[in-house]
């Protein structure tokens, strides 16, 4: 058994929480390992329609569920060890549930390791980033992905002062925050709990290559900050 096939089985498809009328759990897991050992054009689309059929995401209503999260690394994989037909195919799937994702009128939102309650969006952007070298080589359309993924930022504080009449934080970025001058809102996760923050300022961006960054929230008190918080964006779950 290959790690794609593995990493398929272990998961309980049934079990991930999504739309009953529109879910098919048993799609997810035919259609990956259909897509895992396709070997041809054929296959691969038949595969693609599984999981977009209901498996991964409902391409009719443009519904993205859970299981396109939890299966974000097994396509990667395809797309990296599988064959050409079936690596267009895992990406293409990445792509729509990206997408639906970003305009996701349910605003589904999933457990993390990092955080219990993620905008889809934002899960699904973690797993390409971690994918970054192989999207950057797959020509156009990898690094469009690439850039997309990179909007749905994500901070994971490190440490935390006051300043003023707020609070300055120092960790990590993901992706990219937005240009510009002037004040950003974004979600704070902690302890369980999510927190609307309506200033946000990036003071210090990531240099030469480092994802380590600062940024400065007016208003807030450090002890809402301390390490492990992380924000997020609020314009993924508004859209």
Same mark, same amino acid.
């Given at each position: 058994?290959?790690?794609?096939?593995?990493?398929?089985?272990?998961?309980?498809?049934?079990?991930?929480? =999504?739309?009953?009328?529109?879910?098919? $759990? @048993? +799609?997810?897991?035919?259609?990956?390992?259909?897509?895992?050992?396709?070997?041809?054009?054929?296959?691969?689309?038949?595969?693609?329609?599984?999981?977009?059929?209901?498996?991964?995401? !409902?391409?009719?209503?443009? =519904?993205?569920? $859970?299981?396109? #999260?939890?299966?974000?690394?097994?396509?990667?994989?395809?797309?990296?060890?599988?064959? $050409?037909?079936?690596?267009?195919?895992?990406?293409?799937?990445?792509?729509?549930?990206?997408?639906?994702?970003?305009?996701?009128?349910?605003?589904?939102?999933?457990?993390?390791?990092?955080?219990?309650?993620?905008?889809?969006?934002?899960?699904?952007? @973690?797993?390409?980033?971690?994918?970054?070298?192989?999207? =950057?080589?797959?020509? !156009?359309?990898?690094?469009?992905?690439?850039?997309?993924?990179?909007? +749905?930022?994500?901070?994971?504080?490190?440490?935390?002062?006051? /300043?003023?009449?707020?609070?300055?934080?120092?960790?990590?970025?993901?992706?990219?925050?937005?240009?510009?001058?002037?004040?950003?809102?974004?979600?704070?996760?902690?302890?369980?709990?999510?927190?609307?923050? /309506?200033?946000? #300022?990036? !003071?210090?961006?990531?240099?030469?290559?480092? $994802?380590?960054?600062?940024?400065?929230?007016?208003?807030?008190?450090?002890?809402?900050?301390?390490?492990? =918080?992380?924000?997020?964006?609020?314009?993924?779950?508004?859209?």
């Amino acid at each position: 058994m290959d790690i794609e096939a593995a990493d398929i089985e272990a998961v309980d498809w049934s079990g991930l929480p =999504a739309p009953a009328d529109l879910y098919r $759990p @048993d +799609h997810a897991a035919t259609g990956l390992r259909a897509l895992a050992t396709a070997t041809g054009l054929v296959q691969a689309a038949d595969a693609g329609a599984l999981l977009a059929g209901g498996g991964l995401l !409902h391409d009719h209503s443009g =519904a993205v569920f $859970p299981a396109a #999260v939890v299966a974000a690394p097994i396509l990667l994989a395809i797309a990296r060890h599988g064959r $050409p037909q079936a690596g267009a195919t895992a990406l293409g799937l990445l792509d729509d549930a990206l997408a639906f994702a970003t305009h996701d009128g349910r605003r589904t939102r999933v457990a993390t390791p990092y955080a219990e309650a993620v905008p889809i969006c934002c899960a699904l952007a @973690d797993h390409l980033r971690r994918g970054a070298d192989l999207l =950057a080589a797959a020509g !156009h359309e990898g690094k469009r992905l690439l850039a997309e993924a990179a909007a +749905h930022w994500r901070f994971d504080v490190r440490e935390v002062a006051a /300043e003023g009449g707020g609070a300055v934080a120092l960790g990590s970025l993901s992706g990219r925050f937005p240009d510009g001058d002037g004040t950003r809102v974004a979600e704070l996760h902690r302890g369980g709990r999510i927190t609307a923050l /309506e200033q946000v #300022v990036l !003071h210090y961006p990531p240099e030469d290559g480092s $994802p380590d960054a600062c940024l400065r929230i007016p208003g807030a008190h450090p002890d809402e900050l301390a390490a492990p =918080a992380v924000l997020f964006p609020v314009r993924c779950v508004r859209e």
